[in-house]
């Protein structure tokens, strides 16, 4: 059969469309097979077992844990959230001190010393130096902008660096941000209550404790400040909370302190002193080390150096020049001086002061540094090296206006024993002034003679008493002047026995000396106990003409803040005690001890010069107080624990130390002379007194109840048992 269909035409269609000339027949694809992957022999026995238990616990613990890890995130989350809407304003954070300051300032205005929590105003992130922020996060927290409050990295190394070093993981390195130091600090918002009877040192140690328990609130606590309170907030608070050393509270505080200068305003090494204080504040201190406080600083600015805040040529600008304190600061003048002042300030508003407080006084710096230098200079060319000896002094005018004082031979310190205000001493030959000013006020006159001869006077109930001379030798008949000039004992007693001894106390009580004056003869002797501010404040009394002296210290005390002044000067010129004729008289016969008698160490520059040499029994005090027409100074030296001076009298040391302390004070400033008359002729004869007559029995009674009414002895009054003083000396 013939394939009819070889060379026929394709239809029309086909060629329209070339459909059936393109396609081919195809195959359907049959789809890919799965391939599965072969399981493993499923293991039995022991082996089996034990893996699916393993699994199984592995499984459990996952799902406990997660579940276990949410729950605690969501309780610390609520927690977090909860304390963060308790915390206060942040105002309300940034002074938080238990009691207020005192900043003290000499007679010029000027700052020299402070006490209680010095609190320099409020600063903030924006306000202080960049120099001083970036050397907080260098030193304190590195990772303070980018953690949450706490950092794990850091509690790590704490940890790791604790059990390396054979502490507890708890102990020494805590590991804490910034925001943490911030929560401890704040005491986790537990504010000091002094009604609790805790004390504020107690309180601060409650606030520190590094337990457990603790340190998962401190943490809580820090986390929901992060939440509340922005990263320069939590600065803010840092810098004004931190206690920097010296009663310094803020940074603000710290660099007024320390450099006389606002936070804002220090250079990258100032700034790096004031951050390492934050570590150890009383350590690192400049005022107690500055050494010390450098060194700490120089490793600050390289860290500030390595995290970028300072480039290297700023780092070894610092490091060339080290912070130095301002000079308020590094001569911390008048410690004795300022405590002297608290002290007899009124408690509420110095030593118990909840307010801020600006006390002006009566100091000058430059007599501070003379009678200080004065002081040390003699320590170190003539007392034998080691000796333990100590010496006060205090220079005030004639008003009582205390110009310096000296409580002993370490001068920069504070809460000290102030053995110019506070030691109780017998005063010897320098009480012998009272008895020269109650005879010349009667009418005696320095010219006038006694005596000088063996006494024995006849004490009842006590026996014969016999006072002798220093140098045990006597003169004969001489001046009252010539018995003050060479400071002769049997003299003295004459005319204090003659004049009455009643009115030698009421003259030297009138002058200032408070302290129990002895009853019996050796009154006259120095036997009675005061401290050399009194006796320096007494002898003002002389040369003002014959008032009495307060001693003071404070001129005006007032608030921070406030313009108008609370009190005013606490001392000053009070009632007449003796005659002007008899003072200016008594000056002359002083000056005479100066210039030609026992006090002839004392003499300088040519001035007129009047004072007194003072040595009491074994010499275990001993004292020169003088004036000069511009300035009144007292100097007492011995030991603390009463042991004997050697080879010391008060016409030695004492008056070389008020020698080389006057010469400094009066550099620069005009002579002027003493007030003082020559004494116009004699009148009076002392021969010796007679033996005093024992009361009776019911004359006792009277007398005592006498005393106790009107205040003071009569002269009259069985006197007591009376030591064998030899005191005055040439």
């Not at 201190?285 to 040529?313: F, H, K, V, W």
């Not at 006057?662 to 033996?691: I, K, S």
Request: charged letters at 20%; aromatic letters at 8%.
């Amino acid at each position: 059969m013939k394939n009819t269909t070889r060379g026929k035409r394709p239809l029309v269609a086909d060629k329209r469309s070339g459909a059936a000339s393109r396609k081919k027949p195809t195959t359907p694809r049959k789809p890919p097979v799965k391939r599965r992957k072969p399981t493993p022999p499923r293991r039995g026995g022991i082996v089996g077992l034990f893996l699916w238990i393993i699994r199984f616990i592995v499984r459990l613990f996952w799902a406990v844990t997660w579940r276990g890890t949410l729950a605690l995130v969501v309780v610390i989350g609520l927690w977090v959230g909860y304390t963060a809407t308790t915390l206060p304003d942040l105002e309300e954070l940034l002074d938080g001190r238990a009691r207020g300051s005192v900043t003290l300032k000499d007679y010029q205005g000027a700052t020299f010393a402070w006490r209680g929590d010095q609190f320099g105003g409020v600063v903030t992130a924006q306000t202080v130096s960049p120099n001083l922020l970036h050397a907080i996060v260098a030193t304190e927290d590195k990772r303070f902008y980018k953690h949450v409050g706490v950092s794990p990295r850091g509690i790590a190394s704490a940890i790791r660096i604790n059990l390396r070093e054979g502490r507890g993981p708890l102990d020494g390195h805590g590991g804490s941000t910034i925001t943490q130091q911030v929560a401890k600090l704040l005491c986790l918002g537990t504010p000091y209550d002094p009604t609790t009877g805790q004390s504020e040192k107690e309180y601060e140690q409650e606030c520190r404790r590094g337990t457990l328990q603790r340190k998962i609130y401190e943490a809580v606590y820090a986390m929901a400040m992060e939440a509340k309170y922005s990263k320069d907030d939590i600065l803010t608070i840092y810098m004004n909370r931190a206690f920097l050393g010296a009663g310094a509270r803020g940074f603000e505080a710290a660099s007024q302190r320390y450099f006389g200068k606002s936070a804002a305003n220090v250079t990258p090494a100032e700034a790096a002193m004031l951050a390492g204080l934050l570590v150890a504040p009383t350590r690192f201190a400049p005022t107690n080390d500055l050494a010390r406080s450098q060194n700490r600083a120089a490793t600050i600015i390289r860290l500030m150096n390595e995290q970028g805040y300072l480039t290297n040529a700023q780092a070894a600008e610092a490091q060339a020049n080290p912070a130095e304190l301002s000079e308020a600061a590094a001569a911390r003048a008048g410690g004795y001086f300022a405590d002297w002042v608290m002290s007899s300030g009124p408690e509420f508003f110095t030593r118990q002061t909840t307010e801020d407080v600006i006390i002006r006084t009566t100091l000058d710096q430059r007599i501070q540094r003379a009678a200080e230098e004065g002081l040390r200079w003699i320590f170190e060319n003539k007392v034998r090296e080691g000796s333990k000896a100590q010496a006060a002094i205090v220079v005030m005018d004639a008003d009582g206006a205390v110009r310096a004082m000296v409580g002993g031979r370490e001068n920069q310190v504070a809460g000290a024993f102030n053995r110019a205000t506070q030691a109780l001493r017998q005063t010897g030959s320098a009480f012998k002034p009272f008895v020269y000013a109650t005879a010349l006020d009667l009418g005696y006159s320095p010219l006038d003679t006694v005596e000088d001869a063996p006494l024995t006077i006849n004490i009842p109930g006590s026996g014969p008493w016999s006072p002798k001379n220093y140098t045990n030798r006597y003169l004969g008949t001489v001046t009252l002047a010539k018995a003050l000039e060479e400071s002769l004992n049997i003299p003295a007693v004459k005319i204090s026995e003659y004049v009455g001894r009643d009115l030698v106390r009421r003259v030297a009580s009138g002058f200032g000396i408070e302290s129990d004056l002895a009853a019996g003869p050796a009154l006259a002797l120095g036997a009675s106990e005061s401290t050399l501010i009194e006796m320096t404040g007494a002898y003002a009394g002389f040369l003002n003409g014959g008032s009495s002296v307060t001693p003071y210290g404070l001129t005006e005390l007032r608030l921070l803040g406030d313009d108008e002044p609370l009190m005013g000067t606490g001392g000053g010129i009070g009632e007449r005690v003796i005659q002007e004729e008899a003072a200016r008289q008594l000056v002359w016969m002083m000056e005479k001890v100066v210039s030609e008698g026992t006090g002839a160490r004392a003499q300088f520059g040519g001035r007129e010069i009047a004072g007194k040499t003072g040595t009491t029994q074994a010499a275990r005090d001993a004292w020169f107080i003088g004036f000069t027409g511009n300035y009144v100074a007292g100097v007492w030296m011995g030991y603390d624990d009463n042991t004997p001076l050697t080879g010391v009298t008060g016409g030695g040391l004492p008056a070389e130390i008020w020698r080389e302390v006057m010469v400094r004070v009066h550099e620069g400033v005009p002579d002027t002379p003493l007030p003082m008359d020559a004494p116009r002729g004699a009148q009076h004869v002392v021969d010796t007194p007679v033996e005093q007559p024992r009361p009776s029995t019911t004359e006792n009674i009277i007398n005592n109840l006498l005393r106790d009414i009107l205040g003071g002895g009569g002269g009259n009054a069985s006197p007591s048992s009376q030591p064998q003083i030899n005191g005055g000396e040439r």
